[in-house]
């Protein structure tokens, strides 16, 4: 079973559609979901965890089917958003009893930890809390669930990068247990590189790109070379720039047998990093778009 299924959904807002979005999640991963601002993130986290209807496609959480089954799916997934906010004028002691008495799986002497590690205490008032505090107590509130599957929104923004390494740190751990599952979502491709096993790419309303974050790693390249007319015209190569006969390309398929079609010898390779991989993937998906619609 996986953790989660996403297959052909489709929500059309007035301005804004999120269009044919499949991925998929097996048990003890974790998934990246990575996309500029309004690609359509946070939409996607929302119809996955039943608080959006889509418009089309089958959505499945642990199994079951949303939004129909959604009290038997939300026992087991924990889900944290930015724009969620404690009680003000409640102690974190408080919200850990609250969370406890509706969820039987609370980890009381890993709720203790967490807070420990995070610097928190039990007495403080939400309301005194700095926002990256708040951010790391609605993080022990749904980690102490013990849930199968994490589903967060943005987890790591307004955080130091301290308490972020720290949060990091604290997801690798959730996943010693290898039946339990992290989807969050995060501009930060340095974070996604660091603990993601997958990762999507979304712009523009669509997923762009979704596989194993190794296999991106292993997949892109920047090659240069010298030459003198024009290039082999191959679908692997997505961008090239010129300069004279130097020419540097963006490679998404680098293998033997690409080298072997190019018939040019290749002066350096490089690997690329996942923000490059990110940004490579998004500029040609819109190229590709723009060349279709004209
Ligand atoms: N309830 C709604 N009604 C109308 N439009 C909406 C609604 N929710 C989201 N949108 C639109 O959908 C688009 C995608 O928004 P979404 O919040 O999913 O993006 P995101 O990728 O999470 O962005 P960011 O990184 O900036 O948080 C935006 O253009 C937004 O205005």
Redesign the pocket.
């Known amino acids: 079973m996986k953790a989660i299924e996403m297959n052909r959904v489709r929500k059309a807002?007035?301005?804004?559609t999120l269009e044919d979005v499949s991925l998929d999640l097996a048990p003890g991963q974790i998934m990246g979901l990575v996309?500029p601002?309004?690609?359509?993130?946070?939409?996607t986290i929302r119809l996955l965890i039943g608080l959006l209807a889509a418009d089309a496609g089958e959505i499945r959480l642990l199994g079951h089917a949303m939004p129909r089954e959604q009290a038997a799916a939300k026992a087991q997934v924990g889900f944290v958003s930015d724009d969620m906010r404690l009680m003000p004028h409640a102690t974190l002691a408080w919200h850990m009893d609250f969370v406890a008495s509706i969820y039987p799986g609370w980890d009381a002497s890993y709720a203790a930890t967490l807070l420990k590690r995070f610097g928190l205490h039990a007495g403080q008032t939400a309301r005194r809390l700095s926002s990256g505090e708040q951010a790391k107590a609605l993080l022990l509130l749904a980690l102490a669930r013990r849930p199968r599957l994490l589903v967060l929104d943005e987890p790591t923004s307004g955080m130091d990068p301290v308490a972020r390494h720290e949060l990091l740190a604290e997801f690798m751990d959730v996943l010693r247990d290898d039946e339990r599952s992290i989807l969050f979502?995060s501009?930060n491709t340095l974070d996604v590189e660091r603990i993601s096993d997958r990762l999507t790419f979304i712009d523009r309303g669509r997923v762009v790109a979704s596989d194993d974050k190794e296999d991106f790693l292993e997949r892109w390249r920047r090659v240069q070379l010298r030459v003198a007319g024009a290039l082999p015209d191959l679908p692997e190569i997505v961008g090239c720039e010129r300069d004279g006969a130097l020419a540097t390309l963006t490679v998404d398929g680098f293998s033997d047998d690409f080298v072997a079609r190019l018939g040019l010898p290749l002066q350096a390779t490089q690997r690329m990093s996942l923000e490059e991989i990110f940004v490579a993937t998004v500029m040609h998906s819109r190229q590709t778009q723009e060349a279709h619609a004209s």
């Not at 807002?13 to 804004?16: E, K, L, P, T, Y």
């Not at 601002?37 to 939409?43: D, E, I, L, Q, Y």
Request: net charge positive; hydrophobic share 30%; proline share 0%.
């Open positions: 807002f007035r301005f804004f996309g601002n309004g690609a359509g993130k946070s939409t979502s501009h």
